[in-house]
């Protein structure tokens, strides 16, 4: 069975400070997805990454940045620099990568809190 | 830019009462989800679709039905809503194409059953 860990429920920062969501799976699956979404106050989750297993690559985009270490089942999220506008719930999530019949299987989300 | 659209947007009804939350999406997929999140942000999967006139339930049991008569289509059906009912509905597909099991999700219904 599939399961997405992200221990903390929320955390809050002031504005400019870096902050790192941590998220840890469990799978048996050796091919699978990775996913982070975000889902501000307006209600909507919004896509922001998709890695598959096989590519350990960390990756940048502007001020986020994802760390893949399979060795620890973790795929941890660090915004560096925050700003208000990156209130929101954050998801991790997991899918299987075969087949074409696999669902998400989401984290129980992280709220972010980022005061000016 | 994803396409994928639900109505209403928000809902209050009375208990008894049955609703249909209309979610569609243009983009062509073939899977299509419905999921369920409750005030403490944990999202439930509750119903699934991989295609015209397959339904699955989800890894949450609901009282709500599902129907998927075309592929852009998945609405769904509560016979007879309670106050138990009331929470955020968000409607998501996903596709075969580089987006490979990335699901697109709609802005969500919010209901409450008073």
Not at chain 1, 68 to 73: C, G, R, V
Not at chain 2, 25 to 50: N, R, V
Not at chain 2, 60 to 72: D, F, N, W
């Amino acid at each position: 069975a599939q399961k997405v860990t992200q221990a903390q429920t929320e955390i809050s920062v002031v504005e400019k400070e870096d902050v790192t969501l941590d998220c840890v799976y469990e799978t048996r699956d050796t091919t699978y997805y990775l996913f982070w979404y975000k889902q501000p106050p307006s209600g909507e989750l919004v896509f922001l990454i998709r890695r598959n297993s096989f590519d350990e690559q960390n990756e940048i985009s502007g001020r986020y940045s994802w760390n893949f270490q399979k060795s620890t089942s973790s795929f941890n999220f660090t915004i560096t620099a925050s700003q208000v506008v990156d209130s929101a719930v954050y998801f991790c999530a997991l899918s299987e990568a075969v087949s074409g019949y696999s669902t998400l299987t989401f984290g129980k989300g992280t709220m972010l809190l980022v005061s000016p | 830019e994803a396409d994928i659209y639900q109505t209403p947007r928000y809902l209050v009804i009375g208990t008894g009462k049955k609703i249909t939350l209309e979610c569609s999406q243009t983009m062509g997929h073939d899977k299509m989800y419905w999921y369920q999140q409750d005030p403490g942000m944990e999202l439930h999967l509750i119903h699934y679709s991989y295609g015209v006139n397959s339904t699955e339930k989800g890894d949450l049991s609901s009282e709500s039905t599902v129907s998927r008569i075309r592929t852009e289509h998945f609405p769904l059906t509560l016979e007879s809503a309670r106050p138990s009912h009331t929470s955020q509905y968000l409607c998501a597909s996903s596709g075969r194409d580089r987006h490979y099991n990335e699901q697109f999700f709609g802005p969500g219904t919010r209901l409450t059953v008073l």
